[in-house]
């Protein structure tokens, strides 16, 4: 079975969220996303992995 792996990585490298789906789903990964910026601030880089999908 394929999963979906989300991370945010801090710049020193300390992971301070992980998100897994068995399914992607953009709706849960926007709330994901948006509790981390409410809780460490906007991010001055954000790293993916360039596929087109």
């Given amino acids: 079975m394929k999963y979906w792996l989300w ?3 801090e ?3 300390d ?3 992980i998100l ?3 399914r992607r789903n953009a709706k849960a990964v926007w709330r ?3 509790a981390l910026v ?3 601030g906007e ?3 954000v ?3 360039k596929l087109r999908s």
Wanted: glycine content about 16%; proline content about 4%; charged content about 15%.
């Fill in 47 to 49: 790293v993916t992995e």
């Fill in 11 to 13: 710049g020193d490298g």
């Fill in 7 to 9: 991370r945010a990585i």
């Fill in 20 to 22: 897994v789906q068995s």
């Fill in 15 to 17: 992971v301070v969220g």
């Fill in 43 to 45: 991010p001055r880089i």
């Fill in 32 to 34: 994901f996303f948006g």
């Fill in 38 to 40: 409410a809780q460490f």
